[in-house]
């Protein structure tokens, strides 16, 4: 999806300063005038006013059904464009995306990018249950060409020995695994976590001699599992796997 700037909108008069009903006194809990102008657009979605794909009306049109001033109505459709909500594209106007999960749930990985080594923990606990279970539904539905999909990153792991390189591989194979569950949008959450974490599997990867090869081995593991379709062990083999860097994590944070 192109994210363009809020100017996709069409051409309209210079911004009003006349009141609107923004200006009201909230009957409920308070929101600011941007979120009050993002809860009205996403209505307009919700109650099917607006469909995926759909073009949303000029900005003095939509201001004036919605009641919104043009600059609260530019900063609410900035904030659902980086959501993924809208799509706005300079010169030809503001749409709707496809509104597919997996887009929506990008987002995380934004979220996730904001937290500081002190919470990395948190985050791995976060893939240790999202992960092993996405990768056990993928034992129960992995064809085989994805299949052999995972074996080919296998494959060029055997090749690698900078850390940065192997993580990167590491993490390629696991998102073949979980894009396998056939489920997108678990698939784009678990990447997100994965994302934010891998930094910590470049560490040890550095640090402990061994561990490119642990990392093989439990590779070859959870693909073994994957091949005979037995979700049990795969989802205590990702367990393990990932449960392993997330204790070492945890000694090296207790260390310092």
């Known amino acids: ?9 069409q051409n309209d008069a210079a911004d009003s300063g006349g009141a609107t009903a923004e200006n009201a006194q909230p009957t409920g ?14 209505n307009l979605i919700v109650d099917g006013a607006l469909r995926p794909g759909d073009r ?10 919605l009641g919104l001033s043009r600059s609260s109505l530019r900063e609410a459709v900035s904030a659902l464009t980086l959501l993924g909500v809208l799509d706005a594209r300079q010169g030809d106007g503001t749409y709707v995306t496809s509104l597919r999960p997996e887009l929506l749930v990008s987002v995380i990985g934004y ?20 992960e092993p279970a996405a990768s056990a539904l993928a034992a129960t539905r992995i064809t085989d060409d994805e ?28 998102d073949c695994i979980v894009r396998a569950s056939g ?42 599992a994957l091949a005979a379709h037995d979700a049990q062990m795969v989802l205590a083999a990702e367990t393990v796997h990932v449960a392993e860097s997330e204790l070492w994590l945890r000694r090296y944070l207790d260390s310092k």
């Open 147 to 174: 299949l052999a999909g995972v074996r080919d990153c296998l494959i060029r792991m055997e090749h690698l020995s900078d850390p940065e390189e192997l993580v990167a591989g590491d993490m390629e194979f696991h």
């Open 183 to 224: 489920n997108a949008t678990l698939a784009s959450v678990v990447r997100g976590f994965s994302q934010q974490t891998s930094r910590v599997h470049v560490w040890r990867m550095a640090a402990l001699a061994g561990v490119p090869e642990w990392t093989r081995s439990q590779h070859q593991a959870i693909y073994r």
């Open 29 to 42: 809990p308070v929101l600011s005038v941007t979120e009050a102008a993002i809860l009205k657009i996403k």
């Open 56 to 65: 949303l009306p000029t900005q003095d049109r939509l201001a004036t059904q």
């Open 111 to 130: 979220i996730v990018d904001l937290h500081q080594d002190s919470s990395l923990l948190e985050l791995f606990e976060v893939r240790r249950v999202l």
């Open 1 to 9: 999806m192109g994210r363009g700037r809020t100017g996709g909108f």
